[in-house]
Each structure stands twice: as structure tokens, then as C-alpha cells.
């Protein structure tokens, strides 16, 4: 048609969006080039590739040169604590894992018994909270007696033998719809079972749920509502791993398998006051999960405390031979009950705690405490890099991961449409040039590299939640633990620490002593709705 001409206009016009001018003649020489792709990008959309199938560039977060923090290999935690069950079968809601553990351990209760406390825990606050797509009953019960039999015969697996658990709707499970939380993908079945559930159930943790997420991994809203906070039903539990956080925030489960891009693990946990495990990009297989950004998207625990995190990431980490993006590193996590942080070099981003924000009291205090537990506060900055303009590698590979929703305009079904939804956001990744998501790619790179040598001397560094630390982390794939920090006006606050490259060891153990210094976790919203 002569209007769907490429004419010296239409590229004048065009090269606004990408901010490069050329002159009429070099316009009027691109034609031919530029009719020629509108043909090779028409029959490249005839492929229909799914989501699960991904480029074949690989992001490695790892610098030049680079050694891994752990040495080798070893994970232990305390023999499982004398436990004795209550009465009061509500106490059970808010026991960690190791806890849950040594009552299935020593036969107090069973694996069958157990799920299904949790199941009408998630039955009975899911009207308000909004956190479960679906309760895997079937599939849960199933696997406790099997729980319940190998134990009884003697074949103890671990801590997670008979736990349940949940897992955000972005994991695929073959015998229940995987939903995304988006209108356009709410009956979609996928054949397959995400590595993170396979491992969980061979340590012979049970899942019980899928939960909630915003649509297509962004905010809290879904095709079903807007998933709650615990501590204000009035407030969302923010995204967009927005189920895992409320739903173990509300004792309805003991921990949750949540997802980060760009803060969705960060960002619930501190809304509900949960503690959140983001590894290093690399750590644990994506297979099965969907995508939303090839070099970013992370799987990681929500759960009680830190040594909950430990243990399920200790269960979930590790190639698989099905996500090549995945990294072989050691991990060494010895847990400790000392609360002394004595020798331990901690870097904390001045700028960012010099604003005073809503957390700024509790944040502050946290430096407090942590040099009262001996730890070395030494300031620390950022390197000093375009980070905004970075982040058009997430939108343009989000554009590819959805190109099929775009093309047949289903993104038009999604319950959010407002101008910075995620339905917006796909529609402009189609403008974004190549050569600019390579530079962003490229910038990445020098991020890495500056970041790490910033980081040589430092075990961790600390930060406000919120803020360019975020950000800056997200894209160059550093791993973080996310844990409560007090309270301000009845709402969980919370604090970041943020490991080396493959460092979760360390970053673990010394997120654990400042979190058995202080206790926040140990407080539970009151349900009283």
C-alpha cells in the first residue's frame, strides 16, 4: 500500500524517536536497506517462539579475571532445635522451617497433618489478602503421604522433608494451569515442572500453592484483584512477587519462591515484612519459569528469616543442564548464632542514608547496631553510570519475551493500562534500536567491572531498601538479602545487604547475626480482619 511506503519523510520522522538526525540524501540511501528488514522482521514474527525459548547470548555478571568468594563447597545448620507442639495448633503458622522441621522429624505431627493446617490457613485469609491463584491440594496431599511413609521407614531427606511451600505463578507445574497472574494467560497450561519446584520436592518439601503476582511479573494487581498486605488490608503487598511476601507474612505458609527483575522480591518483603534471599544472576535454573528478562530475572525464597532462605536456596541452586545462563560456583554457608559482626568490613551507601525518607529513623539505627556488633562501617558510593538509560536492556528483552502478545493485541486484555503499566511498557520496547540495547549491554559492563573493584576491599554493603542501590544491583547481578529493620507507623521498614558476585555464604551469615540482634521478624501482623 502507498501509505505503508518508506519514504525520506517517513525516516525523518522516524529518527526523532531514536534522537539521530540524517540528511536527506543518506535518508533517501537507507530505503532499500530498511524495506528489506521490514520483510526479515515479518517473517522472523512467523516463528510464534514461545517465552520458555531464549537467545542465544548468555549475560554473565562475572568480571575478568574473577574468583569465586567461597572456596568450596559446605552447608550446615544447627542440629534440629528441641521442639514440642503446642496445644495451640496456631502457633504452627508463624514456627520457621528448622522448627517445622523437628516436630515432622520426631513424628509430633505428620507431613499430611501439617499441610493441610497451611492449606485452610491460605483457604481461610485469601478473600482479604488475595494471595493464591490456586491451592495444589491434590498435588499436596499426594506428596505428604509420601512424606510421611519415607520418614516413618527411616529415609529422612532434610530440613524440607514434609515442609510446605508456595510458588509464584510465573513457575511452571504440569498438572495446574500457569498463569502469569495476566488476563491474556489465565487457562494456560505448561507441560513441564520449573527446575526450582523439581528440587524442592526431591528435598521433599510439599507445595501447596501458586500465588499471586502482578500481571506479567509487574505490581500487585492481577486478573483476579490486588493482592494484600497483612499488616493494612487497606495497602497493597506490593510486586511483584506479591503473594509469596503476604502469604508468608500471614503465616499461611512457612516460605515462598518469589522472582526478581528489578525489585520484586525486594520490594513485597519490605511491605510485608518478610525476609527475601535475590541471588547472584546465574545461581538457580529459570527453566520453567517465565520470562521476562533474559540478562535480569532471578528466582529466590521469601521466608521468615535468614537461615529459612539458606536452607531453601541451598535446595534450589545449581545448574541443571536445561538453563545455560547458570554459573557452577561453590557456596558455603556455616550458620552461627553469634551476634558479633567483629572483623567484618561493612561498606553503607552515605548518600542513600542521608534521605530522610519514611525509614530513615530505623535505617540509621541500623548502622547503630551494626557497629555495636563490631562490625567495620566504612562509606561507600556507587560508580557513577548512566543506570535509567541501562535499564532499556530489561524493556527490550521484556518486548521480546511478549513480541506474540504485542502482535495479536491481547496485551489490550490486561486489567492495568495506565501509562507506566507493563501493556505500555511492551508497546514502546518496539522502538527501542538495537544498537542502543547493546550499548546499554556494554554499560553493563563497565558497571561490573567498576562495581567489583569498588567492592575488593568490603565483605558486604549495606542500604536503604529503596533507592539507586536497587537499581544499580539488579543490573549487574549481585545477590542481596532483604530483612525487617523496625517499624514506623505500625509498618514494617526494612534494610538491604548486598553481597559479592556468588557470595551468598558470607552475605548470608552476617545478614543472619544482625537479624538474631534485633528480632523484627519474630513480629507478626495481627490478622485482625
Known amino acids: 500500500m502507498e501509505e505503508d511506503k518508506i519514504t525520506i519523510s517517513v525516516i525523518k520522522e522516524a529518527q526523532k524517536i531514536i534522537g539521530i538526525g540524517f540528511t536527506n540524501a543518506e535518508a533517501d540511501s537507507m530505503i532499500q536497506t530498511l524495506e528489506t528488514r521490514r520483510k526479515n522482521y515479518a517473517e ?19 568480571p575478568v579475571g574473577y574468583r569465586f568468594p567461597d572456596k568450596i563447597s559446605a552447608f550446615k545448620i544447627p542440629a534440629a532445635p528441641k521442639a514440642k507442639l503446642s496445644a495451640s495448633r496456631d502457633e504452627l503458622a508463624f514456627k520457621s522451617v528448622s522448627e517445622l522441621a523437628a516436630l515432622v522429624r520426631t513424628k509430633q505431627i505428620t507431613s499430611v497433618e501439617l499441610t493441610g493446617f497451611f492449606i485452610e490457613r491460605l483457604r481461610k485469609y485469601n478473600p482479604v489478602l488475595q494471595h493464591t491463584i490456586v491451592i495444589t491440594e491434590a498435588r499436596a496431599l499426594a506428596q505428604a503421604k509420601k512424606a510421611d511413609e519415607e520418614i516413618s521407614s527411616g529415609h ?5 522433608h514434609g515442609i510446605p511451600f508456595g510458588a509464584k505463578d510465573l513457575l ?4 495446574y494451569k500457569t498463569t502469569w497472574g495476566s488476563v491474556p494467560y489465565k487457562d494456560q497450561v505448561i507441560d513441564t515442572d520449573a527446575t526450582v519446584i523439581t528440587r524442592l520436592e526431591a528435598a521433599g518439601a510439599v507445595l501447596v500453592a501458586k500465588l499471586t503476582l502482578g500481571e506479567l511479573a509487574m505490581g500487585d494487581v492481577w486478573f483476579g484483584g490486588k493482592t494484600k498486605n497483612p499488616w493494612d488490608v487497606k495497602r497493597g503487598s506490593s510486586g511483584s512477587s506479591a503473594g509469596s511476601a503476604s502469604a508468608v507474612a500471614a ?13 520484586s522480591i525486594v520490594s ?35 521466608a521468615r528469616n535468614v537461615e529459612d532462605c539458606a536452607i531453601v536456596f541451598n535446595a534450589i541452586m545449581g545448574p541443571d543442564g536445561k538453563d545455560l545462563s547458570v554459573i557452577t560456583a561453590p557456596f558455603s554457608y556455616i550458620s552461627s548464632s553469634s551476634r558479633s559482626l567483629k ?7 552515605k548518600s542513600e542514608f542521608n534521605k530522610k525518607d519514611d525509614n530513615y529513623e530505623n535505617d540509621s539505627l541500623t548502622l547503630v547496631k551494626l557497629k ?4 567495620e562501617l566504612i562509606p561507600f558510593e556507587l560508580p557513577v553510570l548512566p543506570y535509567v538509560e541501562m535499564s532499556i536492556a530489561l524493556s527490550a528483552e521484556a518486548g521480546a519475551a511478549f513480541d506474540e502478545l504485542i502482535l495479536t493485541n491481547r496485551e489490550d486484555l490486561m486489567v492495568d493500562q495506565h501509562k507506566g503499566a507493563r501493556p505500555n511498557g511492551l508497546r514502546a520496547a518496539r522502538f527501542i534500536p538495537a544498537v542502543e540495547y547493546i550499548q546499554a549491554n556494554r554499560a553493563r559492563t563497565l558497571l561490573i567491572e567498576q562495581l567489583n573493584e569498588k567492592m575488593k576491599s568490603i565483605d558486604v554493603f549495606v542500604a ?10 539488579n543490573l549487574s547481578g549481585h545477590p542481596c538479602v532483604v530483612l525487617p529493620n523496625g517499624f514506623n507507623k505500625g509498618l514494617p521498614g526494612s534494610i538491604t545487604f548486598t553481597g559479592q558476585l556468588f557470595g551468598e555464604g558470607k552475605l548470608l551469615q552476617i545478614a543472619r547475626s544482625y537479624q538474631l540482634a534485633t528480632s523484627f521478624n519474630d513480629l507478626h501482623p495481627p490478622l485482625n480482619f
Open 251 to 263: 503465616g499461611c505458609l512457612p516460605f515462598a519462591i518469589g522472582s526478581e527483575t528489578y525489585g
Open 172 to 175: 511452571a507445574t504440569k498438572d
Open 44 to 62: 522472523l514474527r512467523k516463528l510464534n517462539m514461545p517465552n520458555s525459548v531464549v537467545p542465544s547470548m548468555n549475560f554473565n555478571p562475572l
Open 156 to 160: 529422612y531427606r532434610g530440613v524440607l
Open 464 to 473: 536503604p531498601s529503596f533507592g539507586l542501590n536497587l537499581r544499580v544491583t
Open 372 to 375: 555495636e556488633m563490631g562490625a
Open 343 to 349: 572483623g567484618v568490613r561493612i561498606g553503607y551507601i
Open 268 to 302: 513485597p518483603s519490605d511491605e510485608c515484612g518478610t525476609t527475601g534471599l535475590r541471588p547472584t544472576f546465574g545461581r538457580v535454573s529459570k527453566y520453567g519459569a517465565m520470562a521476562l528478562s533474559w540478562s535480569m530475572d532471578k528466582l529466590g525464597p521469601i
